[in-house]
């Protein structure tokens, strides 16, 4: 099975020893994205004294067959831009390569778009600097900065994406007079497994639980059934990565939402902590 973990009696004994100056002592928060072990969330909330509970609401999988993505890719030059708005696309493109033997040149004169830290930051291990990172690190906010300039009529660009990604990108670039070619470059798939930790949820006080993404709002509610999440979001903040997964919390009956103003995960974090320093809090 999935891990739920940190284990509660090692949360607490680990709260026992860490120095007050610790801006989230004393907080426990459950993540519900898959887990990492780098994962910039989890390190950050355990450095600063919080305690944890992993509860991964959905997993990535590769697509079953790549035959689409690697046509896309051997022709390159038909594109002037790819846009990666998640590691899981730099990702599962930077594996095709490698099982290809290809290298970055292939990318030749084409301009990259990345949307968010984490996603910039894979690229340059893999040897690749953006040509642009918005300022805000949504869809919403990359088609508005293309936009300014001058990058999106007549100009042709490839999606690699999630099966489950949203037409955002797709509509505004259409009517925008670009050419957009979408294609699926891996999976979001839902964990089934109900999520029973150690202590019940019921017993615990928690902090806080941080939502990534509308499936890991729609995966974590189904682990742990509509009954508990409905005590849960009447009384506990749910923290937002942006505006769609709040939109879902919203819809599905969250009465404390609170999202973060930069949506990654360390914009998230940065949010958690200084929204929980705060006096009252």
């Not at 798939?189 to 709002?217: K, M, N, R």
Request: aromatic letters at 8%; charged letters at 25%; a negative charge.
């Amino acid at each position: 099975g999935y891990p739920a973990v940190l284990i509660v009696g090692e949360v607490a004994t680990m709260r026992s020893h860490v120095q007050n100056s610790l801006p989230l002592r004393d907080k426990l928060f459950v993540l519900t994205h898959p887990a990492e072990a780098d994962d910039p969330l989890q390190t950050r909330l355990s450095q600063w004294g919080a305690g944890v509970l992993l509860c991964p609401s959905i997993r990535i999988d590769p697509v079953e067959e790549s035959t689409d993505l690697i046509k896309k890719l051997t022709h390159m030059e038909d594109y002037d831009w790819v846009l990666f708005t998640s590691k899981n696309a730099v990702r599962a493109v930077r594996e095709i390569f490698q099982e290809l033997g290809w290298d970055i040149r292939r990318f030749g004169n084409v301009k990259i778009a990345a949307v968010g830290q984490a996603t910039s930051r894979l690229l340059e291990d893999w040897g690749i600097v953006p040509d642009l990172v918005p300022e805000n690190f949504t869809a919403e906010d990359l088609f508005r900065q293309l936009e300014s300039e001058g990058e999106v009529d007549a100009t042709s660009f490839l999606f690699p994406c999630s099966e489950i990604a949203r037409e955002t990108l797709e509509k505004s670039i259409l009517a925008g007079g670009g050419e957009f070619d979408r294609v699926t470059a891996y999976r979001t798939v839902a964990i089934e497994e109900p999520w029973h930790p150690d202590i019940p949820l019921s017993e615990l006080s928690i902090d806080g639980i941080c939502f990534t993404s509308s499936s890991t709002v729609r995966g974590f509610r189904a682990r742990i059934g509509s009954e508990a999440f409905q005590v849960l979001a009447n009384s506990t903040p749910m923290y937002s990565i942006g505006p769609k997964t709040s939109q879902t919390l919203a819809e599905i009956g969250a009465r404390d939402i609170r999202e973060s103003e930069v949506s990654d995960l360390e914009g998230l974090s940065d949010y958690i902590r200084r929204t929980q320093s705060e006096p009252g809090t």
